[in-house]
């Protein structure tokens, strides 16, 4: 296969014949649309809503522009697992999103204009956010467009568009680099579950190769705000009970509620560092805890060139810390808070260090595991 032809699969559709509708659980679900194509160029997808269209977002999701070849498999993951993110901020917010990961995301600050959160959420890894799909919780005004459209972008998701930013993301005269681009308008995201002790009425599923499927209730977090997150402790069977010493400061406290709100949909392993409402790094996919925390510290180092060091940083971990190297790892590059679980066996270790260091550690008291 010559590589022009490479280059014109990603953008032809792959063919392949899907039903119009069908019924799952009990629920009917019409096809919305033929997708470009599933994981991967040579794997056919559709795109299905419920027919009763109850509680819909993504699935009641406008496409203002399409591009030459409309949208794959993998945008609309993007677009899931940014809400997912997106829809516990109560502050204009913006996810970057990248192979079902968030490669960036902020949160405004003090009034901070929309435009600044999305340059903040790209170029907290401007490198992975190239040809990302950027998603929003506000509507995207003319000066966010103008910014969008510095950089190569798959596609902008959002609640709503002004009237001149939809111009700027159109004007493929002007920005040639995003002909490509797809716009797409979503609902609100207030409806959707996001706690534990919200009404959940679906369940995820996953198929295998034989057909065989395992269902799961969706991921729901029981932390509503900071003050569901716990200080450190430990009981140990030797030692005695150990509590964390300082408490974290307000600033830390909400960029560590910020933090986890964000890991819930990090591959896991996963971490995530922030500071000041924006992720500086995100590590993700790793086989080993520590492996995600020295990732994303070397990620940090690699986009500063080590003029820039975490100091007052905090660092989020999807499951709990089995030694304390990834907490002296993360201490030694600056990182001054954590949010994990907590349950280790080694949590009096891991508190102690924290304890000697002069950090911060709070429980959320769950894990957020996703094996997306």
């Given amino acids: 296969m010559a590589t022009d032809d490479l280059k014109r699969m990603y953008r032809t559709r792959a063919e392949g014949a899907f039903p119009d509708s069908f019924e799952f659980l009990g629920r009917a679900y019409a096809k919305a649309e033929d997708l470009r194509y599933g994981s991967n160029p040579h794997q056919p997808a559709a795109f299905y809503r419920p027919s009763d269209g109850k509680g819909l977002v993504l699935g009641a999701f406008q496409l203002l522009k399409s591009g030459k070849s409309g949208l794959s498999q993998t945008n609309i993951e993007d677009m899931h697992h940014a809400v997912g993110i997106l829809k516990y901020l109560d502050r204009p917010a913006c996810a970057v999103m990248k192979h079902c990961n968030p490669s ?20 907290a890894d401007a490198q992975a956010a190239f040809g990302g799909v950027a ?104 030692h005695g009970r150990i ?12 960029d560590l509620l910020f933090a986890w709100y964000v890991n819930i949909h990090v591959r896991s392993n996963g ?12 590590g993700t996919g790793q086989q080993d805890r520590v492996g995600a925390v020295e990732q994303a510290i070397a990620k940090v180092k690699a986009k500063y060139k ?25 201490i030694a590059a600056g990182v001054t ?36």
Wanted: charged share 25%.
């Fill in 306 to 330: 080590g003029e820039e060091s975490l100091e007052g940083a905090v660092l989020s971990s999807d499951g709990f810390f089995p030694f304390r190297d990834a907490a002296d790892a993360a």
């Fill in 135 to 238: 998603v929003f919780n506000a509507e995207v005004d003319g000066a966010t467009a103008e910014t969008i459209m510095e950089t190569v972008v798959e596609g902008v998701a959002a609640p709503g568009y002004s009237q001149e930013a939809l111009d700027a993301l159109h004007d493929s005269a002007r920005f040639k680099r995003n002909r490509e681009l797809r716009i797409i308008q979503l609902p609100s995201f207030s409806a959707l579950p996001k706690y534990t002790d919200d009404d959940c009425g679906v369940l995820e599923a996953k198929v295998f190769d034989d057909g065989s499927i395992v269902l799961a209730k969706p991921y729901l977090s029981r932390v509503k705000s900071a003050a569901d997150l716990a200080p450190a402790y430990n009981e140990h069977k030797k």
């Fill in 243 to 254: 509590d964390i010493a300082r408490a974290p400061t307000e600033r830390e406290l909400q």
């Fill in 337 to 372: 808070a954590f949010v994990q679980p907590g349950g280790s066996v080694n949590d009096y270790e891991i508190i102690q260090a924290c304890n000697e260091a002069g950090a911060a550690m709070v429980f959320s008291l769950e894990r957020c595991f996703s094996h997306h």
């Fill in 104 to 123: 960036g995301a902020a949160i405004a600050q003090d009034g901070m204009p929309l435009a600044q959160v999305y340059r903040r959420a790209r170029d």
């Fill in 271 to 282: 971490c995530v560092i922030v500071r000041n409402g924006q992720t500086l790094a995100v």
